[in-house]
């Protein structure tokens, strides 16, 4: 018979055990939370919200201010726009016009088969155009710039206090961080309108080919989708995109390098805000035009 303690291993362990999932083990410890700390999680989770509106406020108080147009800044907003913008705007035309074609394939095919054929085309702009695509095309610049491009905002100390900063503290915030906020935002807007052209152009020519005997239908139905309270639904959805995508990721860049220095981080800081926030965005919109 074999000597357990001879050999190094006991009985007990003879075979490897399962070890706990990280999910499950986190899932359990939340349940096992007393109230008091189940508090602390709550008030620090509104904490981190506040400081995300606190620095959307400010962000927005300086873009609208002329003193940070000076010729440094427009310098480094420049030279942001080339980067979130310029540099990524081909590729992205290019993959929006394959999604957007392969998208429009299958509305027009599923409404052919169910007898929808005449109101197919305002199936692609109403739910294409308005819904989709602009969905789409957030959710490229919030991975692609947004969080992707929050190493060297991790490495900027901002007090917590943002209500309470200093002439040096609010410059810096001024130079190294609003160029960033009128990027993203700018960034997303651009892709949004490029986006929403290809989609147009491509469902054009999966209905009419190339001929020019649809163009007067076609201006009809996309006047009909874009109508007063559309159009206005649309520009505010498109600024609360751009605003989500532009702030939320730079001020949890901040909050990381408060609360977590010196720890690495598997997820960019602020990505499970940005996705509920667009996602929030589309419902309410959604809410808001069908019920």
Known sequence: MLD????????????PQASTPVPAAAAYAAIRMTPRQLGSVVWAWLGDWRRVFM???????????????????????????????WRILPWFTLLAGVFSLLLIRV????????????????????????EVIPLFAALYVATRNA?????????????????????????????????RVIAYGFSVLTMVVVSGLVTLLMAYLSVYGFSRWGLPQFERTVGQA????????????LLLYSLAVAVIPIAAGLNNALANAGRASRLAPGAARVLMSLFVIECLSLAVRFL
């Open 4 to 15: 357990s303690g001879r050999y190094g291993y006991h009985s007990a362990m003879a075979f």
């Open 55 to 85: 620095f959307g406020a400010m962000a927005c108080v300086m873009v609208l201010s002329s003193t940070t147009y000076d010729r440094a800044n427009r310098d480094a907003i420049a030279r942001q726009i080339y980067l979130t913008t």
């Open 107 to 130: 509305v027009l095919v599923t409404a052919l088969h169910y007898g929808l054929g005449k109101i197919a085309l305002e199936l692609v702009v109403k739910v294409l155009v308005l």
């Open 147 to 179: 969080l992707s491009g929050n190493a060297e905002v991790n490495g900027i100390f901002i007090p917590r206090d943002l209500d309470v900063l200093g002439g040096a503290e609010t410059d810096r915030i001024r130079d190294e961080l609003v160029p």
């Open 226 to 237: 874009f109508d007063g309270i559309e159009t206005l639904a649309f520009g505010l959805k």
